[in-house]
């Protein structure tokens, strides 16, 4: 029985279900619109266009082996009719055809469909100020965009560049303009933190501090009123505490699901937008599917709906979409939030929950920070990685894991381990003896995932009890009040230079000789233990605990985090 | 209360075990004792000690924070007492005693135990021949071994070497040797592939060439029978087919576990040898534990017992037992079997079972082959990886998966993530949706692991069917008689050297432009589809079904794993 699909939006989840069902299907047809020109584009790769990582735009719409996915491409390889400038503008379900409009000339038709595909994306938030259309101003959207973009800082005509937003594009953008055009960037972001609720206060700090480093100026807790500029031409961006010059502005204050359509179609979309499926990405009509940038799905580790626009999504979306339209039933379950970004020699990932987001959520939850070798210690290309577990008190349910890392591969590996189970409600002790595959080149013998959830179980147990660097700049900042005794337990030569700096406060006794210098720390006041990581200050915190001290605290991640998050010790 | 606990081994599991019992119950005492003076050393670093990637050896026996772990270390530290130089010689169960005898002077003794840990490790396997004890000949095992291999390959001596097994620690240390000191090296192997059984002949075979590329030669099929030398000293190696030159030569054929004493002392062994434990670590004596090395644990996909023999297992173990001996209740329920080797410039890795191992085990399997860019293909830094997955044809059960990739995380990262699940029997919809973190610097949106689990998937359902590069090599060796059309299907500049190359036998139709050109191809004999990576001749291959072709193979892999196996075309 052959079928007619017509699927309206053809960048991601469209060209996927479309060629997938082609495949299952060889006989049927399929129709794929678009109102744009531009179609199955990588938008996901535009920052590193814009940062020259890439060097033509014609690679974000090339197959990897080269051939531009234009319509004649869709045509030929993959026998898939593709109308571009044609715009979907009602969704006539009880006749099953969709209305469109040939953005050329205007003129409205209608096409036919058997089964429907509403692939229709997400656009990017606008701020709604005055000055938002001056030339210079862009939403990293499409290829036309990074064209734009990267045209200007070529020219040399970028000097200051002002990002609004640090979620991913943000971040990327910020590289892009720093890293490889030394262009004076700055951040200005609502929050307090970048990847605000995705990553803790801790993690964010640390991957903040390097982008400084890598010459990004932040400005947290500021809100854009107005962007301003001269002949049409952007010049500043206004904040509710400073002015900002910008000869381009990039606004990356997240996206909003196309879902008008739908919705206008009487298809279930949730109060936000984003229209709602079913695990067959099913809307409430039978012979209509969605996902991708336009849809919400389920997230299995709260169950409640989420938004999460991700190319990667769309692509497993898709071909569960193109396997059901040729009548299988296929499942997508839902997410449990998965994310990596590259940040200039480092990266952020987590999936799961966050402590906010756990704790939001309505879970009684803790987090532990672990900082370790991601490899062999003694293998000579290692690098430290710190990861951050959050676990549910009662149950010893993992909720999700984070971490901060080299910009290779280590530390994604690990998030994705995690991903793999998170909705199996995995405890501590499948993290603990997660079977890590193992060779010095690869991973510790102990891997920092386990050592992770080993910590998390002590710390649930306490018998490791203490706090991250942030809670340790709060100790550290009320050090002339002799509230703590900050007790550094390693070796002499390692605490050497902290005692010369802070002969009032800070202390050292290293780890081994404890037992022969109990006289010498107060047992009236908090015990502050640190060390390298947080490994020999948990030894440490076991002697005290054995000789009777009562408030011993250990600097979970040590040192290594101590500098990471920048406390002045 | 305060128990004694004795552990006979101090190598990796013996020190985690006692470590985390002193911290459970730093009120209690333990004596870990050792028939050695070298202790708690890194074992798995010696090849990256002999190849000079670790500059001292020094550093495979001291803490991430440059500690040595002697027993002054272990006094002070950890708290552990403990005797080297002592060898256990018989385990009194009734009396609760250890009988030990000291190596400097024979005097026996005893030590008496509320808990015992056996973490007695494994031993080289010897291969009995003559020659076995002439100097330079040696058994990668300690840090003593490592530093007498390197001594003689820096002082000049060392001109050809030998290694006797092509599995993790021969082939790291064939790497050793060629890479860094440019010696002449070689490879003997009883079976016909490098790491038998643990990976496919294809993978096997890519791996191999690219060590052959870096200046090993491999023998395969062949057994030494003798190890010659003059004035005491190694000179050749004997095999039933050749004889090798040789100043150094490594025994790497395996090792067997160090479990006698256990069985002396009538605890359950295995027949092959090796402890056996239940999922708490403990022997059939409930005041015995055992593990790593020396023990026997569960395969949780064969449900059949299995030695691993790896320092990742013996850390893992060791934690569980230490917490067992403080009264916990911490298990280790099995293994899925994961490993990775650094070979050169890529790595090996897998986890569950290989086709050969999963048809062994009496599953009814099928095996199929994918290579893609280990991230997006437009970002600068990808690179090709080839991943195997193995699956139950009627369950669609996920038995395993291994792959060849670059020296670096990402292949590793996806090995780790199907590892995770593998004990909670993933069917290949798990895979196909597996949420793997995106962004172009880590994956591609359709990461190579969902796409792995699709091609499964297609080759069950049968519309994708075909061979890896091992099958394409017996088609093509059979080309002059013409059974088969070899159809490449790329684009015509693709394809035109071979086609010169080979006139009488290459054929090339562009994929998109199949359906113009139908009458070209043969309907009496198998057509052979090939293009770069094995998409496009899929593509082709429904386009062919479609129109009545009914003997239809696609090669998976493509002309990139056609070329890293090596065929010549």
Redesign the interface.
């Known amino acids: 029985m052959s079928q007619h699909i017509v699927v309206i939006g053809s960048v991601?989840l469209g060209p996927?279900a479309a060629c997938r069902f082609k495949?299952?299907e060889?006989?049927s047809t399929v129709t794929m619109i678009d109102q744009s020109s531009l179609i199955s584009y990588?938008g996901?790769?535009i920052p590193?266009y814009v940062s020259g990582?890439?060097s033509d735009a014609r690679?974000?719409c090339?197959?990897?082996?080269h051939?531009v996915r234009d319509p004649q491409?869709f045509k030929?390889?993959?026998?898939v009719d593709v109308q571009i400038l044609t715009k979907a503008t009602r969704i006539d379900r009880e006749n099953k055809r969709v209305e469109v409009e040939n953005m050329n000339n205007g003129e409205k038709s209608f096409i036919d469909y058997d089964q429907l595909v509403i692939a229709t994306g997400a656009s990017p938030r606008k701020l709604n100020l005055p000055g938002e259309d001056l030339k210079g101003v862009s939403y990293v959207c499409n290829p036309d965009d990074a064209t734009r973009i990267r045209d200007g800082i070529s020219k040399g005509e970028v000097g200051n560049a002002v990002i609004v937003g640090a979620g991913?594009i943000g971040l990327?953008m910020a590289e892009a303009f720093a890293d490889m055009w030394g262009v004076e960037t700055s951040v200005v972001e609502i929050t307090d933190q970048i990847m605000p609720r995705l990553v803790s206060p801790a993690l964010a700090t640390m991957a903040q501090k390097h982008m400084e480093e890598g010459g990004v100026n932040f400005y947290f807790g500021e809100k854009v009123v107005a962007i301003e500029g001269e002949d049409g031409k952007v010049t500043r961006v206004v904040t509710d505490k400073r002015t900002l010059d910008a000869d381009s502005v990039i606004i990356a204050a997240g996206v909003i699901p196309n879902s008008d359509l739908a919705k206008e179609a009487g298809l279930e979309v949730h109060d936000r937008g984003g229209v709602i499926v079913d695990e067959f990405m099913r809307t409430n009509d039978a012979a209509i599917y969605s996902g991708g940038d336009c849809a919400i799905v389920k997230h299995l580790i709260t169950g409640q709906p989420v938004f999460l626009p991700?190319?990667?999504m769309?692509?497993?979306q898709g071909?569960?979409i193109g396997t059901n339209l040729a009548g299988g039933d296929?499942?997508?379950?839902g997410?449990?939030g998965?994310?990596?970004?590259?940040l200039f020699e480092s990266?952020l990932?987590?999936?799961g929950l966050s402590l906010e987001t756990a704790t939001g959520a309505g879970f009684d939850a803790i987090s532990v920070l672990l900082i370790?070798?991601d490899r062999?210690?003694?293998?000579?290309s290692k690098e430290l990685m710190t990861l951050e577990m959050v676990v549910e008190k009662e149950t010893r349910r993992v909720l999700g894991v984070q971490g901060y890392g080299s910009?290779?591969?280590?530390l994604?590996?690990?998030?994705?381990?995690?991903?793999?189970?998170l909705k199996?409600k995995p405890t501590i002790?499948d993290i603990?003896?997660?079977?890590?595959?193992?060779?010095?080149?690869?991973?510790a013998?102990?891997?920092i995932l386990?050592s992770l959830a080993?910590l998390a179980d002590n710390a649930l147990n306490g018998?490791n009890r203490g706090v991250g660097p942030d809670g340790f700049q709060e100790l550290w900042d009320k050090r002339e009040q002799g509230a703590c005794f900050f007790l550094d337990c390693?070796?002499e030569a390692?605490a050497a230079e902290y005692i010369k700096r802070n002969p009032d406060y800070w202390h050292n006794i290293p780890?081994?000789?404890i037992y022969q210098h109990l006289e010498e720390i107060p047992k009236d006041k908090p015990v502050v233990l640190v060390?390298?990581?947080g490994?020999?200050s948990?030894?440490a915190q076991?002697?005290l605990?054995?000789r009777g001290f009562k408030d011993v605290i250990n600097v979970q991640g040590g040192m290594a985090a101590i500098k990471k998050y920048g406390v002045d010790v």
Chains 1, 2 share one sequence.
């Open positions: 991601a996927k495949r299952l060889p006989g990588g996901c790769g590193y990582d890439v690679e974000l090339t197959t990897s082996f051939m491409f030929d390889v993959k026998g991913f990327e991700l190319g990667s769309a692509n497993r071909r569960v296929a499942r997508f379950d997410v449990v998965s994310f990596v970004v590259k990266s990932a987590g999936t370790q070798m062999a210690h003694f293998y000579p910009a290779k591969d280590a994604v590996g690990r998030i994705n381990s995690v991903a793999a189970i199996n002790d603990s003896n997660m079977e890590m595959a193992y060779s010095p080149p690869f991973a013998a102990m891997d386990n080993n018998i390693r070796e390692d780890q081994g000789q060390c390298n990581t490994a020999r948990y030894e076991v002697m605990d054995d």
